[in-house]
């Protein structure tokens, strides 16, 4: 199945329709853009797996996922600067052959992730 994220908004209770995502390829601090969504109604990538198996290689990686934006369009009043802006999830695919689904539980004042099933 490759490489799947899944966003949770906890302050309303629902799947972050809307958010901008970004996923990088990283290589110690060189980072490289490889695609840019929008999270569907289900607060999932559009198209199924971010990256299928065939695409996912072994290495480092970077889920940024643009929170502050998402909250101040739900017409969450958030302070100047935010508390949380962007969420980057570093983290490394031992086994491109496995699954690796990267959920994010958030709110503008916290966030919780781990590797899902």
């Known amino acids: 199945m490759g490489l799947s994220t899944h966003v949770l908004d906890t302050t309303h209770g629902r799947p972050a329709a809307g958010m901008q995502v970004a996923l ?3 290589h110690g601090e060189v980072s490289t853009l490889v695609k840019r969504w929008l999270l569907n109604l ?4 559009p198209d199924g797996p971010v990256l ?5 290689r072994a290495g480092t990686y970077r889920l940024s996922f643009d929170v502050a934006n998402y909250f101040r369009a739900m017409g ?3 302070p100047e600067p935010p508390f949380l802006d962007q ?7 031992a086994d491109p052959a496995a699954h690796y689904h990267v ?9 919780s992730t781990y ?3």
């Open 24 to 26: 990088y390829e990283t």
């Open 42 to 45: 289900d607060g999932r990538h």
């Open 52 to 56: 299928d198996n065939a695409n996912l």
């Open 76 to 78: 969450v009043t958030l």
């Open 87 to 93: 969420v980057h999830l570093d983290f490394g695919v």
């Open 103 to 111: 959920p994010l539980l958030v709110s503008p004042w916290s966030y």
């Open 115 to 117: 590797r899902g099933s």
